[in-house]
Every structure is written in structure tokens, then in C-alpha cells.
Antibody
Framework: EVQLVESGGGLVRPGKSMKLSCAAS????????MAWVRKAPAKGLEWVAS????????YYRDSVKGRFSISRDDAKSTLYLQMDSLRSEDTATYYC??????WGQGVMVTVSS | DIVLTQSPTTLSVTPGETVSLSCRAS??????LHWYQQKTNESPRLLIK???QSISGSPSKFSASGSGTDFTLNINSVEFDDVSSYFC?????????FGSGTKLEIK
């Protein structure tokens, strides 16, 4: 059974940093593209970033380019999202996903002073 | 960016009805279109991938069709457990994009 378990969320002040982790199991993690997707309160789903198998290519939505960094540790079967210079509009539930098939339960990130 | 427009925004139906949800893409995306169900406080669940491919373990009441720019998700015999938001997503081009969703309500 595929499992994706996010951690690292919480309350953070604007301009500060936070790092999310996603522990994967039940599949060969190193073989798959992985992604982060978020859902802000009362808004729809929004793709944030993706990384290819091997980690050599990364992709970001424009609003997070230069602030967020996606990475992976295949030895630990773990996906990361480093979020810097956080803004209030980054407040959302962040999901780790093996698009399109499997999603984690999500972790809440609140950016507020 | 490819914009996905879902309609209707909200759909209120009687149990037992069959409904169709629409997702239209601003540019052709072939069959790189996927449908998700998301219930309140839950993570999205894949229902259909690549426009019409059913998912193992997903109820047979969900079916979908389409290609290019027009896509449809059909839900047969709607029941209370189907109350959710339904989203489409394209994986044809970066950035990956989602539709804004259709909220299904039961009368």
C-alpha cells in the first residue's frame, strides 16, 4: 500500500522559512516524479512544484519561484519542500503527491504575524 | 498556462440521479486530463486518469470521456456519499493546472 506522510507544518511569521517533509513507502520512490500541491482555505487545488525521478529537473509555479525549493532523498524515500520568504498567501494545506495516483493526508501551513 | 474551466460550479441533485460534470481546457491537452474527488477535510482521491481510464478500486459509478479541450465526468445514481468537490487536472504542460471544481450537493 502506498503511503505518503507529510510533516513539518505549523504557524510561521511572514518572511520566515519552513521545511516540509514527505515520507514515502509502498512503492519504489526513486522511480517516480513527485510533487507538492496546496489548497488554500476556500480556494481550489494549486500545483506548487514537481521534481523528476533522480532529482535532476525541478518545476515551480511562478508565484513560488525563487522562494521555494523542492528536493528529494531517494535513500530515505523522502520528498522535501523548503519554503523561504513566506507570505500570507502561502497559507494552505500542502499535499505531497505521486501524481496523479497517490496523495498524502496533507499538512497545514499558516503564515501570519 | 492552460486554464481549465469547470461547470457547473455547484450542482444540487436528488439521490438516484445521473449527473455530468464538465471540464474545458483553454488549449488542446490530448487525453492528459484527470478527475479527482475531494471530500471536506480529506485529501484528493483519483477517480479517473487520462480522460477515461478507470482506477482499480474506484466505484464503477464514475465514468468519463473526452479529448482535446472538452471532458466530462459522469456519476451514475448519485447518493449521499458522493457529496464532494470534483476537480479536473491537466498534466499536458507546465505549469500543471487544476480546474476550480464542481461542488456536488444532495437535495
Amino acid at each position: 500500500e502506498v503511503q505518503l506522510v507529510e510533516s513539518g507544518g505549523g504557524l510561521v511569521r511572514p518572511g520566515k522559512s519552513m521545511k516540509l517533509s514527505c515520507a514515502a513507502s509502498g512503492f519504489t520512490f526513486s522511480n517516480y516524479y513527485m510533487a507538492w500541491v496546496r489548497k488554500a482555505p476556500a480556494k481550489g487545488l494549486e500545483w506548487v512544484a514537481s521534481i523528476n525521478a533522480g532529482g535532476g529537473k525541478t518545476y515551480y509555479r511562478d508565484s513560488v519561484k525563487g522562494r521555494f525549493s523542492i528536493s528529494r532523498d531517494d535513500a530515505k524515500s523522502t520528498l522535501y519542500l523548503q519554503m523561504d520568504s513566506l507570505r500570507s498567501e502561502d497559507t494552505a494545506t500542502y499535499y505531497c503527491a505521486r501524481l496523479v495516483d497517490d496523495w498524502g493526508q496533507g499538512v497545514m501551513v499558516t503564515v501570519s504575524s | 498556462d492552460i486554464v481549465l474551466t469547470q461547470s457547473p460550479t455547484t450542482l444540487s441533485v436528488t439521490p438516484g440521479e445521473t449527473v455530468s460534470l464538465s471540464c474545458r481546457a483553454s488549449h488542446s491537452i490530448g487525453i492528459n486530463l484527470h478527475w479527482y474527488q475531494q471530500k471536506t477535510n480529506e485529501s484528493p482521491r483519483l477517480l479517473i486518469k487520462y480522460a477515461s481510464q478507470s482506477i482499480s478500486g474506484s466505484p464503477s459509478k464514475f465514468s468519463a470521456s473526452g479529448s482535446g479541450t472538452d471532458f466530462t465526468l459522469n456519476i451514475n445514481s448519485v447518493e449521499f456519499d458522493d457529496v464532494s468537490s470534483y476537480f479536473c487536472q491537466q498534466t499536458q504542460n507546465w505549469p500543471l493546472t487544476f480546474g476550480s471544481g464542481t461542488k456536488l450537493e444532495i437535495k
